[in-house]
């Protein structure tokens, strides 16, 4: 592990360059910049491409020109009280889980200042923190620059369930945190209650905390539920939860974000975040607490388009010889290309922004390197495809990747 702490958070997330000592951009980025280059469709970033509620963006432009709303000045640390008011009456309506909005609500600019915090506040040097393999890279990263170890349990096709006695396992009093992610990005498991409590009790016998990045929340297909982690037994003594406007109402630009759970934890928490932004976008604040307070139908007619362009990416794999697995929620499809090739996955990911002109990624972008070097881990021969994106795109994506592996 390199010392200084940029060097340690980019080498947390695989975007360190132990050669040049310089740090690279992230995997997403990486995967765009050679989409447009080769004029490829890139189906790796996890961005939609249909625009979110025209009311919301409305009221935002409103909130911005007139005096409807907020002011364009700073807004309060821990968030307008409008949308900390509508977060926890979302919470309630959609959950039945109680939160006070003067204490238990803290804006953060996006899910990912909610996680940099939660994981700044609460791992230090010398501490493990546990979370499941492959995952979101922004929590590698922040591990890295706390200074403390990522531990992982590896999630594993066909239906990448948490292995629960391999956390237990893994969990000791070294451990600060456990990282739960449900729905999961990017192999689309959603963790059932039982899971979930589970992951809470091991957590509240090592004395750990466990935060719950959210963000898929409202991505949920085949009539599943997402279950969050304050809803289970114990978790308002251990859990933070995370979530925010982007993935719920394709507005991932607007980088409006909030941490839950007990008045302890969030105020905890804020004492790392209030030093990270403070506060940004009163505005895109106002608008999302319109959004929480009555979507207008919006999540389920997302969800109902989102379902049927998984449907369509999941044919599409399978037509062109690959193995995809079937994600319960969120924006992507995982593929195992072993099927059509001798590669690696990362090296198949070249040849097929290259020849084929699909961009995607390769989940060992997501994954330990010490995962990376294990030529028998499952995870170095699969692909993340988002499926996010429009029909048309989709279709043209899936039969030049059908033409070229043919
Ligand atoms: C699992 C997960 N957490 C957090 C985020 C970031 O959320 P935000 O855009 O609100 O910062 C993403 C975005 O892709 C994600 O996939």
Redesign the pocket.
Known sequence: MPTPPWARAAAGANTYDHGAGVVLPTVYERTTAASIAAGAINLGQ?FPDAEGPQWMRAAAAEAITSEAGPTNQYPPGIGLPALREAVAAHQQAHYGVELDPSEQVLFTT????G?AASILAFSEPGSEVVTFEPW?D?YGAMVGLAGAELRTVPLTAPDFRPDLAALRALVTERTSMILL?SPH?PTGALFTAAEITEIVEIARQAGAVVMS?E??EHLVFDDAAHTPVLSVPGAEEVAVA?S????SFSL?GW???WVTGSPDLVNRVRGVKQFLSFTSAPAYQWATALGLGDDRGFFAANQEQLQRTRDLVMSGLMEAGLRPYLPAAGYFILADVSPVTDKTAAEFAVELVERAGVGAIPVSALTLPSTQRDTGSALNGMLRFAFCKDDEVLDRAMSRLDQWIR
């Open positions: 996890g996006g899910a990912t200042e996680i979101y922004s992610n990005n990045d963000v898929y995370v925010s406007v982007g993935k991932t980088k409006v974000g």
